[in-house]
């Protein structure tokens, strides 16, 4: 796993500094691009800042801070932040992006998403209407429905609100009940509760190779080698432009 996010945090590296570079394609953008779509399942669309209606959301589009991105049934995207972190939406979810200094930070409405970080620099925040999960180094599953469920894979994930905090460890899981409810005491995920709804959302080298391609146009011409590694494991190696036209 170690191996695995070394090769693909060299890419996310590059989406923090391409993020810093590549203007808005919407007349109501503000700020800077937070994410760039790395694969897409299914019904999903996105509402921009300022903007009344949701549109499609497609492969190798840029978010930015005040986005809306929603899946319908049997929808699913996956995304890089600029922050270095990968997040996967299962269907019928929806969350807003926002941006906290150098801790991005996702709004999970409702529904269900799985992070992973793709650098030991990386840090998110998912605030839901019951608690903020404060994801470190970490892979987890974070679900927001009557309850918000909060699943630990790998890492840390501290849960708090108003009616207090808990630290939840590697094969840990907790739940709060809302927002004025204490988190739950940790308890041992069992076999029943490891999610497997992320692996359908993996995404696939061909994809990535897209997406890399084009940032490649949007940035410019100075070159940037990194290595990429699909979900059948073969890596390989892709130059992309950094240097701003």
């Not at 007349?27 to 209606?53: D, H, L, Q, S, T």
């Not at 941006?99 to 839901?128: C, D, F, I, P």
Request: proline residues 2%; positive net charge; contains cysteine.
């Amino acid at each position: 796993m170690n191996n695995r996010l070394a090769k693909i945090g060299a890419a996310a590296v590059a989406l923090m500094f391409l993020g810093s570079i590549v203007k808005p394609n919407y007349a109501f953008a503000a700020g800077k691009v937070n994410a760039i779509v790395i694969f897409v399942k299914g019904p999903v669309e996105v509402k921009r800042r300022r903007v009344r209606n949701f549109t499609e959301l497609k492969l190798n589009d840029m978010l930015y801070a005040g986005d809306t991105v929603k899946t319908g049934k049997r929808g699913q995207a996956s995304l890089a932040t600029k922050g270095g972190a990968e997040v996967r939406l299962n269907q019928n979810s929806s969350f807003e992006i926002t941006s906290r200094g150098r801790v991005r930070e996702l709004r999970l409405k409702v529904g269900q998403l799985w992070t992973r970080m793709l650098h030991r620099m990386a840090r998110l925040n998912v605030r839901t209407p019951s608690a903020v999960c404060a994801i470190r180094g970490t892979e987890a599953d974070i679900e927001q429905g009557d309850l918000l469920t909060v699943k630990v894979y790998e890492g840390h994930v501290d849960v708090s609100n108003v009616g207090g905090r808990q630290s939840l460890k590697a094969g840990q899981m907790s739940t709060v009940s809302g927002a004025a409810s204490a988190p739950a005491a940790p308890k041992k995920m069992g076999a029943g509760d490891l999610g497997k709804w992320q692996e359908d959302a993996n995404v696939d080298l061909k994809d990535i190779q897209q997406s890399m391609d084009k940032l490649t146009t949007a940035a410019g011409d100075k070159k940037m080698k990194i290595q990429i590694q699909g979900k059948d494991g073969k890596t390989k190696n892709v130059e992309i432009n950094l240097k701003k036209k």
